[in-house]
Every structure is written in C-alpha cells, then in structure tokens.
Antibody
Framework: EVQLVQSGAEVKKPGESLKISCKGSGYSFTRNWIGWVRQMPGKGLEWMGIIYPGDSDTRYSPSFQGQVTISVDKSISTAYLQWSSLKASDTAMYYC?????????????WGQGTLVTVSS | DIQMTQSPSSLSASVGDRVTITCRASQSVSSFLNWYQQRPGKAPKLLIYAASSLQSGVPSRFSGGGSGTDFTLTISSLQPEDSATYYCQQSYSTITFGQGTRLEIK
C-alpha cells in the first residue's frame, strides 16, 4: 500500500524554528514528486511547493518562496518542510502528497497532516 | 497564476439527489483538472483526475467533465457519507486550488 506518514503535531513559539517530516512507503520514493499543501484554520488548500526526491529539484509557489524550505533525505524516504523563524500566521495544518501521473498529474495519496500551532 | 473559481461555495441537498459543482479557470487548463474530497478532520482524497478519470476505489456515482476553462463534478445519487468539502485543482501551470464547495446533507 502506498502511504505517506507525517510527523506529529507541534506547538511552538514565534521566532522558533521547526522541521516537519513526511515518510513514504509502498513505492519507489525517488520516482515521484512530493508536494506540500497548507490549510489554515477553516480555510482552503494552498500549494506551497514540491520536491523531486531523485535529485532534490525543488519548486516553490511564489507565495511561499523564501518563507519555508523543502528538502528530502532519500536514504530514509522522507521529505521535510522547515521554517527558520515561525510566525503566528504559520498556524495551520500541513499536508504532504505524492504527485502521480506525468502530464497531466495529480496528488495521491496524501499524508494525514501535521498540525502546527504557533503561539506565545 | 491561474485562478480557480468554484460554485456554489456551499449547498445543501438530500440523500438521492443529483448534485453538480462547477469549477471555472481564469484561462484554459486543457484537461489538467483534478477533484478532491475532504471530510471534516481528514486529509483530502483524490476523486477525479485529468478532468474525467475516476480514481480507483471511488464510487461510480462520482463523475467529472469539462475541458478548457469549465469543469463539473457530479454526484449522481447523493449519499450521507458525501457530506464534505470538494476542491478542484489545476496542474496546467503553477498549482492552484479552487476555494472549495461545502456540501451538506439535509
């Protein structure tokens, strides 16, 4: 079974750093792009960026460029999303998802989500 | 960025009803259009990819149509478990999602 399992919920203070993870299993991890999606409380889905584990090629949404860093450790089939200095506005649920298909493409499956709460 | 606009933003329908949700792109996305279902407290789930292809395991009451700028998601006979928010998403250029359509069962 193809599965993405994300790290657990985090509670942080403004200015702190954070790295959350997304571990893939059940498929060849290096062959599919992994994307990250933000969902702020009560709001819709926002695409943040995507990484290709095979060569770490990374693309960011203009809205998130410079705000977060996406990385990968293919030796342990894990993608990461990190912040160097969190803000209260980073409070959200974050999902990873595997990009399937080539052209066109889609996201399937999705991880279960990681809730990040930033509060003083 | 390509803007995706869904209508309606919310709707309420009864079990057995036929329901259609519309997604309009600000420019052509060819058939690069996907639909997701998100139940409360859960991760999104792929329903339809490439505008009209039904994802494996998804009930056949779900169908997708359209191309270019106008797309539809139709549920032929609404079931209680279909209560959820539905999102369209284009993959033609920088990925964007519609704002979502909340579907409530009367």
């Amino acid at each position: 079974e193809v599965q993405l399992v994300q790290s657990g919920a985090e509670v942080k203070k403004p200015g702190e750093s954070l790295k959350i993870s997304c571990k893939g299993s059940g498929y060849s991890f290096t062959r599919n792009w992994i994307g990250w999606v933000r969902q702020m409380p009560g709001k819709g889905l926002e695409w943040m960026g995507i990484i290709y584990p095979g060569d770490s090629d990374t693309r960011y949404s203009p809205s998130f460029q410079g705000q977060v860093t996406i990385s990968v450790d293919k030796s342990i089939s894990t993608a990461y999303l990190q912040w160097s200095s969190l803000k209260a506005s980073d409070t959200a649920m974050y999902y990873c998802a595997r990009r399937s298909g080539d052209v066109p493409n889609w996201f399937d499956p999705w991880g279960q989500g990681t809730l990040v709460t930033v509060s003083s | 960025d390509i803007q995706m606009t869904q209508s309606p933003s919310s709707l309420s329908a009864s079990v057995g009803d036929r329901v259609t949700i519309t997604c309009r792109a600000s420019q052509s996305v060819s058939s690069f259009l996907n639909w997701y279902q998100q139940r409360p407290g859960k991760a999104p789930k792929l329903l339809i990819y490439a505008a009209s292809s039904l994802q494996s395991g998804v009930p056949s009451r779900f169908s997708g149509g359209g191309s270019g700028t106008d797309f539809t998601l139709t549920i032929s006979s609404l079931q209680p478990e279909d209560s959820a928010t539905y999102y369209c998403q284009q993959s033609y250029s920088t990925i964007t999602f519609g704002q979502g359509t909340r579907l409530e069962i009367k």
